[in-house]
């Protein structure tokens, strides 16, 4: 059986990991500023993390939701206590998408209406209602696009203002820190009115955390940089589980759940709170969410002083690079030549980097290095 070519693959292979390196078959080992996709949290293999789902999978690996799962409590604690959330329930799931899929749904229950609105360059899954939300025609299929979608930008709140109006709009839907669409800031002035606008109309405001959340930001989620802001729905996904598939649904206690309004067979499994909990030790302990706004400063403060950047933006640990051409070419030679993983956005000439939240100095300054030179030697790039 073939495997459905769907991925551009780089002919590479990691076979371990540790920290914030991989390592191929042959030994080379790579500095990891990418994380998979921002999905590793606290590191490679990190030795909490291992020993928690290695003790849960010896133990009890998966029963349904048919039944009580301790864990999945004790998560929900950790969860709440570490975000300052407390007072919202949580859903579980296994990925980002079907977090902005429940999310939706629980919008439309809640005010019985089927548009959503959302923003320009945002990026919110690939399935049903979360692509159909997701600013890129090209992977929506004719299927998803019966959910009716209005994209919106946040410089232009007359629109947005009167579109809310409407009363049509089950749910908004943003990412305080847009990711694929190349590391953009949202204004928080501008999503504060929006969601004041949003309890006028009953319109459910959804804050997707799935990449830029989870300490990534230097907060625990990126809307929090925005005082006041509280969101009816959170979503969360990638650094949840440092690799091991897990999502979650944050959801206001306005909202009322009753049996059978959701469900899910894996999501919420005995591993996968394993993991999630792990993550949340580790974070804790060791303070990365703290690390991660200190080090993101340090890091973007020594590429901005590198000749011939178009711009260096973000927040934490989730920057981009913006040069004045595509940079998929220095991408390959930062991985080919000099091992170290890079993010591409749907902006071509944006480099995104999102590495584990426990990198160190050392290894940002090694990237410094080695990218000042590339852009010193090779201009072509």
Not at 85 to 93: C, G, R, T, V, W
Not at 181 to 210: N, P
Request: glycine fraction near 10%.
């Amino acid at each position: 059986m073939k495997l459905f070519d769907v991925y551009p693959l780089y002919d590479i292979e990691p076979v371990k990991g540790f920290g914030t390196y991989v390592y191929d078959a042959s030994g080379n080992r790579y500095l990891d500023l990418y994380g998979g996709h921002a999905v590793i949290s606290i590191g490679h293999a990190h030795p909490t993390y291992v020993e928690a789902i290695s003790r849960q999978v010896s133990q009890l690996g998966f029963y349904s939701n048919s039944v009580k799962n301790r864990l999945q409590q004790e998560l929900a604690d950790r969860l709440g206590d570490l975000s300052g959330l407390n007072d919202y329930q949580l859903f579980l799931i296994n990925s980002g998408a079907e977090a902005n899929e429940n999310a939706l749904k629980l919008a439309s229950f809640h005010n019985n209406r089927t548009a959503v609105l959302a923003l320009h360059k945002g990026f919110h899954g690939r399935t049903s209602a979360a692509v159909r939300a997701t600013d890129n025609l090209k992977i929506q299929a004719p299927i998803n696009r019966g959910v009716e979608v209005t994209y919106a930008d946040l410089d232009d709140l007359d629109a947005i203002r009167a579109l809310l109006h409407t009363h049509k709009y089950t749910a908004f839907i943003a990412e305080a820190i847009q990711g694929i669409g190349g590391i953009h800031i949202a204004d928080g002035k501008a999503l504060l009115q929006v969601r004041q606008w949003c309890r006028e109309t009953d319109t459910v405001f959804i804050s997707d955390e799935i990449q830029c959340g989870y300490g990534r930001s230097g907060r625990f989620f990126a809307f929090q940089e925005i005082p006041d802001l509280e969101p009816d729905i959170v979503t969360v996904a990638k650094g949840m589980g440092n690799g091991f598939p897990i999502g979650g649904v944050l959801i206001h206690p306005r909202f009322k759940a009753w049996h059978g309004m959701l469900g899910t067979t894996f999501g919420g499994s005995h591993l996968a709170c394993a993991a999630g909990i792990a993550v949340l030790q580790v974070m804790e302990k060791e303070k990365l969410i703290d690390k991660a706004g200190q080090l993101g400063t340090y890091l973007m403060d020594a590429l901005k002083d590198i000749p011939g950047l178009v711009d260096v933006r973000g927040r934490g640990l989730m920057i981009g690079i913006e040069l004045d051409s595509p940079v998929a070419a220095l991408r390959k030679t930062l991985l080919f030549e000099k091992h170290i993983f890079t993010g591409s956005s749907s902006d071509p000439n944006v480099i995104r980097i999102l590495p584990p939240l426990t990198i160190q100095k050392v290894q940002l300054n090694e990237f410094v290095q080695v990218f000042t030179e590339l852009l010193s030697t090779t201009p072509a790039l």
